[in-house]
């Protein structure tokens, strides 16, 4: 069965109903400030729509990876605090998930407003790997709602994951697909259905193990797969360069070196960088240089140097990959992009995705925040996905158990 979606709810009527909607609110904080609300942003058209329906919206989400457990700089009452800047509609912050204090707010609500609960990694159940666990807590979430409730998937960044809230919810109350869902997965089906070649997947970041699990699968189908940002440096040791201290992963290695020898197979070009800028420490104002990739250890500051970015060279290289390219899927920045001395590479790919007359996809939260910091207008983008890993494993061809549990 196809997922219904919030336009069949809205059709159904929701005035007075309580609508539980499960958004991806996992935004970067600083202290207590919402340093990046592109997520917060991209959520509210939902959750308005509902509100000026008539329902009362209770906001399911997630903020950092808390270990089950409270935790203060984890809170989502900085993201309730933001959300109540950017919407004319009521917004309500309950400090617990379904405790005393939710369920007061929920009795209380009036019609048209949005109630944010608390950090739904708090409560160990939402992440379990027993069934009965996360069954008793979406029947408590549920139970939130009352009657006539309704469940609202909006957080496409964390579909892939076999959470409480995400896929269990869906046995609790009559299922909804949101529209943030929906707008996904119809591009996301534009790169696996029958993307225009050439198609180049460009990957960095620094959830190394995660993504270099996918490149086996994305190789399969990408013309050109370029890999900067912190997973380049398990490629280097696998072509046995010296790389300082830079991010690796050591038990990964003899991967990498099958993944290589698998691209040739398969005819995906692997490009990896030529240069890279080698800093002496992790700040803004450490010492830096750019060396080529073969010796890497041969600088100012030698084996203790670690590599922060793509260099000049390889940037240009990327970049005109990704111009000359028909179709390009975007996940992990380049370098350390917050750092400024670390932001060209990332930079460079960006503006070359602006540049191209092909289809562009950025996926990955740190990746949209760096398009954003950096200063370019999002509107030069063809889609900026809200869910990394998600986008991903879609893009690898895996069931995502919050799709797998809406279609069901
Ligand atoms: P996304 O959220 O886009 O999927 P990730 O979460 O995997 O991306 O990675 C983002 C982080 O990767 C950024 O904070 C950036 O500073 C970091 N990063 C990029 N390159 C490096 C590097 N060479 N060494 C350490 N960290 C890096
Ligand atoms: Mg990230």
């Keep these: 069965m196809t997922a219904q979606t919030l336009d069949s709810l809205l059709a159904e009527g929701v005035t007075g109903r309580r609508v539980l909607v499960r958004s991806d609110l ?15 942003r991209a959520s509210l058209p939902v ?25 203060p700089r984890f809170s989502l009452a900085p993201v309730a605090r933001r959300m109540a800047e950017l919407t004319e509609v009521p917004v309500a912050f309950a400090s617990d998930l379904v405790g005393e204090d939710a369920r007061s707010h929920s009795d209380r609500m009036s019609e048209g407003s949005i109630l944010l609960l608390e950090n739904v990694r708090f409560d160990p159940r939402e992440t379990s790997s027993e ?14 709602t009352a009657r006539g409730g309704a469940y609202v998937d909006d957080a496409f960044g964390a579909v892939h994951r076999r959470h409480a809230s995400v896929a269990d919810i869906t046995a609790e ?38 993504k270099l699990a996918v490149i086996e699968n994305l190789m399969t189908r990408a013309d050109a797969l370029l890999v900067g940002g912190g997973m380049v440096f398990t490629f280097l040791r696998a072509r046995g360069y010296g790389i300082g201290r830079s991010l690796v992963e050591e038990d990964e290695v003899e991967t990498v070196r099958g993944f290589m020898q698998e691209a040739q197979r398969l005819g995906c070009r692997l490009i990896l960088p030529t240069d890279i800028v080698m800093a002496a420490e992790f700040s803004d104002g450490a010492e830096h240089e750019v060396l080529p990739v073969d010796a890497l250890e041969t600088g100012t500051h030698g084996d203790q140097a670690l590599g922060l970015d793509i260099g000049p060279e390889s940037a240009a290289r990327f970049a005109k990959e990704i111009v000359d390219s028909n179709t390009v899927f975007w996940n992990g920045p380049m370098g350390v992009f917050e750092l400024e001395p670390f932001s ?65």
């Design 26 to 40: 996992n935004v970067p904080l600083d202290g207590d400030v919402v340093t990046d609300d592109g997520r917060i």
């Design 131 to 144: 069934e009965g666990d996360r069954r008793a807590l979406a029947g408590e979430l549920a139970d939130l």
């Design 344 to 408: 060209h590479g990332t930079a460079a790919v960006a503006r070359a995705l602006t540049e191209t007359d092909g289809f562009t996809v950025v996926g990955g939260g740190d990746s949209a925040a760096a398009v954003r910091g950096l200063g370019f207008d999002e509107a030069g983008f063809g889609h900026i996905s809200t869910g990394g890993g998600a986008s991903l494993e879609y893009l690898e061809g895996r069931a995502l158990p919050g799709i797998d549990a809406l279609n069901s």
């Design 173 to 210: 109350l009559p299922s909804y697909q949101g529209d943030l869902v929906r707008d996904e997965l119809q591009v996301l089906r534009r790169l696996t259905e029958a993307p225009q070649r050439p198609y180049t997947v460009v990957l960095g970041g620094s959830k190394v193990s995660d």
């Design 47 to 71: 959750l308005e729509k509902l509100a000026r329906a008539g329902a009362r919206v209770l906001v399911v989400a997630h903020l950092g990876r808390p270990k089950g457990a409270p935790e």
